[in-house]
Structures are given as structure tokens and as C-alpha cells.
């Protein structure tokens, strides 16, 4: 039985292997624009709080692609599902830089503050967990 299904799991696994890879690019390059810094050069630079801050939004968005896995009936639907739990997570970064006016999350991110890149992993993990039941 193991031996029958075995080309078709492998299958399934690595088309689910090429979605998630795709979002996760497609969610570099979105969360990327969002920021007023270069990522690339500031995590190359050894900007710790920066390369937390963008390995949680990839964090989250893995959360969210596992979810909406569980629950998709198609890859068409896994895939538009992972995009709108993109968009949501792009939503909750503009929502919390503008309700926090005392300070702008890009620049803090960019001067390496830690405790400001640790409030957005919390934040962004906790909304992709509560995001990924609803799109269930």
C-alpha cells in the first residue's frame, strides 16, 4: 500500500515544497517594499534585530501556508489563501508602525533595536497563528 501511494505523495510534497517556496519569495520581496531600509543590506550588515524581524514575517508566513494546507481542497485555493494571509500580515506591519506615532518601526529597526524587532516577532507570530485558524 505504502509502495501504491508513494508517487503521489512524493508529488504532492513537492508541489507543496514549490508553493511554499514561491510565497515565501513573493513574501521577501512584498515585506522588502514595505520597509523603509534595504533588508538585504542590513541583514548582510549584521543587523540582528533586522534579520529577526524579517525571518518572523517569513515565520508567520509559514504558519499561515501550513493552515491553509491543512484545510485547502486544491493548490489553486492553498495558494490565494497564502496570499491573503500575506496582504493580512502587510496590513497588521501598517496598522501597528501608524498606531505607534511615539516611533517608527523601520527606523528602529534599522538602528538594530532588539526590543522593537522582539514586540514585532511576538506580534506578527501571534496574528499568523490566529490568521491560519480563520483561514482554516
Given amino acids: 500500500?505504502?509502495?501504491q501511494n508513494f508517487g503521489s505523495n512524493l508529488l504532492n510534497v513537492m508541489i507543496g515544497l514549490g508553493i511554499i517556496l514561491g510565497v515565501l519569495i513573493i513574501g521577501y520581496?512584498?515585506?522588502s517594499s514595505l520597509?523603509?531600509?534595504?533588508?538585504?543590506?542590513?541583514?548582510t550588515g549584521g543587523n540582528t534585530?533586522?534579520?529577526?524581524?524579517?525571518?518572523?514575517?517569513?515565520l508567520g508566513l509559514c504558519i499561515i501556508v501550513a493552515m491553509v494546507s491543512y484545510s485547502s481542497h486544491s493548490w489553486l485555493?492553498?495558494?490565494i489563501w497564502s496570499l491573503i494571509g500575506m496582504a493580512i500580515l502587510c496590513l497588521v506591519?501598517?496598522?501597528?508602525?501608524w498606531i505607534?506615532?511615539?516611533f517608527k518601526v523601520c527606523e528602529?529597526?534599522?538602528?538594530?533595536?532588539?526590543?522593537?524587532?522582539?514586540?514585532l516577532r511576538s506580534i506578527i507570530i501571534g496574528v499568523s497563528i490566529v490568521v491560519g485558524t480563520f483561514l482554516m
Fill in 1 to 3: 500500500m505504502f509502495l
Fill in 77 to 79: 485555493q492553498m495558494i
Fill in 29 to 31: 520581496f512584498v515585506f
Fill in 108 to 119: 528602529e529597526i534599522a538602528k538594530g533595536n532588539m526590543a522593537v524587532a522582539q514586540l
Fill in 93 to 97: 506591519y501598517l496598522i501597528f508602525d
Fill in 100 to 102: 505607534t506615532p511615539q
Fill in 49 to 58: 534585530a533586522a534579520g529577526l524581524y524579517m525571518g518572523s514575517k517569513l
Fill in 35 to 43: 520597509t523603509r531600509f534595504d533588508d538585504r543590506k542590513e541583514i
